[in-house]
């Protein structure tokens, strides 16, 4: 358990300092991801970059992730989720994978825009991607397949919690260089049960802790 986001942060950079990193840049995934971020990257005094992912809905239930899609247009579905509902007599075509997908990178523009964060090049960089948390792993996986592209030296995937999932963890452990969970419960349910203070962050936050960093 947490006190909140920016004590988990602490815990992780002792945990990433060990790697005595050459070149770190963190890449945090907003919104959750930035206060650890931003904590993170001031322990290493490494630059902090911001990677969209958005994740794509069940069409009957939005709080259910059947996938999720980059910034620049990748997309994951889970193959799993998606047998599961087709089980359940719940079919997802094509297109509407593809007009979600559309529907969320034009929101992630928004938010680009409205964040006002510069890119940072991350060829031969150690690159570190965090976030709060990890549930299914859609997200950590595409952000890592999404990153590779810039060609960093390595990627480490970061992160408090995550469920104690051998499937899981060797799917992340094929697209990173390393995997770092503090925490791996058995009985895990929510990212958010882990922690006191969980609360959504808005914009207005996010944009506050991204002022830490550049001041």
């Given at each position: 358990m947490f006190k909140n986001r920016?004590?988990?942060?602490?815990?992780?950079?002792?945990e990433i300092k060990k790697l005595n990193l050459k070149n770190p840049v963190v890449v945090a995934l907003p919104r959750g991801g930035v206060p650890l971020g931003v904590e993170i990257a001031k322990e290493l005094n490494a630059?902090?970059?911001?990677?969209?992912?958005?994740?794509?809905?069940?069409?009957?239930?939005?709080?259910?992730?059947?996938?999720?899609?980059?910034?620049n247009g990748l997309v994951f579905i889970n193959k799993k989720t998606v047998d599961f509902l087709l089980s359940k007599?719940?079919?997802?075509?094509?297109?509407?994978?593809?007009?979600?997908?559309?529907?969320?990178?034009?929101?992630?523009?928004r938010k680009r825009e409205k964040y006002d964060v510069e890119p940072i090049l991350l060829e031969e960089k150690d690159v570190i991607i965090v976030d709060d948390g990890i549930a299914t792993g859609a997200s950590m996986y595409l952000a890592s397949n999404t990153l590779v592209r810039d060609m960093p030296k390595s990627i480490i995937i970061a992160a408090?919690?995550?469920?104690?999932?051998?499937?899981?963890?060797?799917?992340?452990?094929?697209v990173s260089s390393r995997l770092i969970i503090l925490e791996q419960p058995e009985n895990f349910m929510s990212v958010g049960q882990w922690y006191e203070d969980f609360h959504q962050l808005s914009d207005k936050e996010v944009k506050e802790y991204l002022k830490e960093i550049r001041d």
């Open positions: 920016t004590e988990a942060a602490k815990k992780l950079a002792k630059p902090l970059d911001i990677l969209f992912i958005k994740k794509i809905p069940s069409p009957t239930n939005k709080e259910e992730a059947i996938g999720s899609v980059s910034e007599g719940i079919n997802i075509d094509e297109e509407y994978i593809q007009q979600t997908a559309i529907e969320k990178i034009q929101e992630i523009a408090p919690v995550a469920p104690k999932d051998a499937e899981l963890e060797n799917m992340l452990k094929q």
